[in-house]
């Protein structure tokens, strides 16, 4: 009988032990930009990010402003407190298929880039999508442009 005691005392505080370990992921939450109206939804590998790793964004959406997204749009990464932790990626939306994309179809594309760069306590990952300015090495939009945007601040 004592030892029915025991085991049932040592089930419950072995669940009592795992019921109070926290195991929820901290995950991006990615919303709309301020003043763009387009968005999309967002998959991070890894997410939380970690550097230094290989890190692949997805994005999926579906364009309603009304705007084009032409066959020179890209989605531009960019990693960042006060300014940018590491220079900003560009991958391409479309491939020469489908596009132009326009009002209520829907897309998805990929992009994968090395993250080197140390991330500090709180940061911000911004996903912009538009029309890049060759001529600019700052990867600026042509005419300031933005045709969709998310953003998510993440703390740790």
Known sequence: MARDFI?????????????????HKRTAFFGPCPNVEDTFSVK???DP????????????????????IGPLASLVVTIGATGPV??????PVCNATDCPIFSGTEYTTSGTFILNATLPKSYQVVLTIGNLNSSSPQMTFLHDQILACALATIET
């Open 86 to 91: 590491q220079t900003p990626s560009a991958f």
């Open 49 to 68: 990010l970690i550097s230094p790793h290989l890190t692949t964004i997805t994005i999926t959406g579906k364009e309603v402003s009304g705007l084009i």
């Open 7 to 23: 085991f049932v005392f040592i089930l419950l505080v072995t669940f009592t032990i795992i019921n109070a370990i926290p195991f």
């Open 44 to 46: 991070m590998d890894p």
